[in-house]
């Protein structure tokens, strides 16, 4: 936003990153990118074809009508498969985890 002082923005933030907990650091870091896709994407059966695969080979995804993914993909250690339930990260908090679910990530 042009209206804010980055360097005094920065400047102001910088004695609290020590204070942060583990988990607030790993939040506040860059990551791998994850995609969630319903069944009903059109890419979706592609995807379900990166973890039927026995290499490590990318698959490269072309834009079709419907869909808005482009690029390549290889699956991540932490499959989440249509059919299996899904951790619920607010759990302690009385969210639910997800049970039947109909997307991969």
Same mark, same amino acid.
Not at 22 to 48: A, Q, T, W
Not at 72 to 91: A, N
């Given at each position: 936003?042009?209206?804010?002082?980055?360097?005094?923005?920065?400047?102001? %933030? *910088?004695?609290?990153?020590?204070?942060?907990?583990?988990?607030? %650091?790993?939040?506040?870091? @860059?990551?791998?990118?994850?995609? %969630? %896709?319903?069944?009903?994407?059109?890419?979706?059966?592609?995807?379900? @074809?990166?973890?039927?695969? @026995? =290499?490590?080979?990318?698959?490269?995804?072309?834009?079709?009508?419907?869909?808005?993914?482009?690029? =390549?993909? *290889?699956? +991540? *250690?932490?499959?989440?498969?249509?059919?299996?339930?899904?951790?619920?990260?607010?759990? &302690?908090?009385? *969210?639910? +985890?997800?049970?039947?679910? &109909?997307?991969?990530?």
């Amino acid at each position: 936003m042009p209206f804010i002082d980055e360097e005094r923005l920065l400047n102001a %933030v *910088q004695p609290l990153y020590e204070k942060l907990t583990e988990e607030e %650091v790993f939040r506040n870091s @860059k990551g791998e990118e994850e995609l %969630v %896709v319903s069944i009903r994407n059109p890419v979706f059966e592609d995807l379900c @074809k990166v973890y039927g695969k @026995k =290499s490590a080979e990318p698959l490269t995804l072309i834009r079709r009508s419907g869909s808005y993914f482009e690029g =390549s993909v *290889q699956p +991540h *250690q932490d499959i989440c498969l249509p059919g299996s339930s899904v951790p619920s990260p607010l759990f &302690h908090l009385g *969210q639910e +985890h997800i049970e039947d679910n &109909h997307t991969i990530s």
